[in-house]
């Protein structure tokens, strides 16, 4: 089985969360990958990841893929009870809805964000002239789920919807930490899929060095999920992730390198245009971020008062 | 802005008790009403029933445009107008009825899952087969949904809604699914509750929740409606205590409540969409 990747990064075995998703199930499942990452060759260039390559089929998406394991006898899940089954399923559509917006809107739509770590970091690792390209088509999709799934009426600019998505990441942050409390997996001593998950979704917020971080403040301040992280990382990551020969990855890591160099450059001259262009204020979403009232809210956004 | 109006609203809202003439909208139950919103209607219905609060049902055909957030149905409260199911509980709860206080953190969090079990799984299900299979669209969706319009509107309605749902099952990945998965995902979600559910009576044992009025609203719609074919209200039925769950909630909260109100002010009840 060989599966393709965006690699990693920032102690991390993948900075994509879905990629992380896929390879953090393999590892629990004890499952041989040949691990083909995403970089500046032609090899991989639609930038589609994670795929699992599997005798001429292409399996995407990472719920397809980790069902595909499973039917290969690959199951980390086979301690679980029909109720946990279930349990696991509707936790990991509370993340998708949750944390999954807040998640594409940090690294992908804030503008701060995109073009210092997230842009550079893509664009590195993507041939030359999709490189241009392939980015902001990945920052455009991020933005348009976020409108299309959250933004409804009174919701209408990506302003607006921004409070919104990040009061429910932090509920979902929230009630993530009760449900794990003080045992090392979500369920027990053993990692599940919904481990593979949570893990995929929340270590990138965790270990990725953004200049802006909100998130990732009250992340931290939740420390199991913090210690829950380092566990999987520590017991299940801490040799090198990649399934290249050493040799080749420092090549590839000289390389890189290089062209990481010559991406900075060029995306500091475009991170400079882009604050140009966007007008829109940057420092507003900051401000509504430390307006939040802490858990439960109040009444919903499309409360208002009626005008006969 | 948001912020402001919850706190606001939460402020006003904690002084004020539930008023008598408390309304819910929703669109024409035997003409006009999609799956979907019947779902939804029928949950929020089962909310406040469960929550002993009496509601009049009003249907407009514009209902859809009365809405705050364009997605039906909404209250009308007192000076207040709340739409959907979330945003109506948390407005019941500043009033001080609350179905989920009992429950510790985990079940808070395990109930805000199945939640969004429900809403991801099988109400985009319900949307993507009114508006996204051919079959049904032009049988029932269409017709259904432009009633109230004559030429030209009825057409061009449709296909805004239409490129809309499209848009939205496109951003979330199910553009490139068939009606065989989806129908597959019903079943998987279906099982999932069904296994949750098990031998109790609600969700989380004997007191009902918001979560038991939302998977109520769209079981039981799904079960009670005439599609094309019988695909998707088979799927829902091969779980029996699903289906005695729906009928529980059905016995417990509707028929009495009717028996109650006849000389009351009408609290009829829409059982689904009756559809050809």
Redesign the interface.
Known sequence: MELRCWGGDWGLPSVHPECLVVLAYARFADAQLNINLVDYTWTSPKGAAPVLLFNEREIA?PSNIISFFRKQKYNADYVLS??D???T???I??I???ILPAMLHTFWVDAENYSSVTRPWYAARTPFPLSYYLPGKMSR?AL??IL??KG????YSIN?IE??IYKDAKE?LN??S??L?SSTYFFGSTPTSLDAFVFGYIAPLYKAPLPKVHLKEHLKQLSNLCQFCDHILSSYFSQNASGTSPAGQEAIDANLQKLTQLVNKESILIAKMDNNLRRSPQNRPQK?AT???TSD??????????TP | ???V???F??QI?AVEPWPENATIYQPMKSEQVLLSDNASCLAVQAFLRMCNLPVQVVCRANAEYM?????VP?I?VG??????L??IV??VK?KGHSLSDGLD??Q???M???M??V???LLTAELYIQWCDEATLEEITQPRYSSPYSWPLNYVLVVQKKWEIK??MK???WAGKTLEQVYEDVD??C???S??L?TQPYFFNKQPTELDALVFGHLFTILTTQLTNDELREKVKGYNNLNAFCRRIEQNYFEDHDKDSASGYSTRLTKGPVLP
């Open positions: 998406q029909a109720k089954g279930s349990d399923l509707a936790y559509a509370l998708e809805e949750n999709d348009n789920r299309v799934t409804q009426p009174p919701l607006e409070a919104q979902c009630l993530l009760n449900r409390g509504l307006l939040q009232p809210g109040g009444i919903g956004n499309s409360a208002q008062p009626l | 802005m948001s912020l109006t919850d706190a609203v939460s809202a809405s705050p957030s364009g997605k909404f009308h000076n207040q107008v709340i739409s959907e979330g945003p948390q407005f500043a953190e985990v808070k969090a395990e805000k899952a199945y969004e079990l809403n991801s799984m848009r939205k951003a979330i990945g998987q979600c099982q999932a509750l296994q949750r098990g």
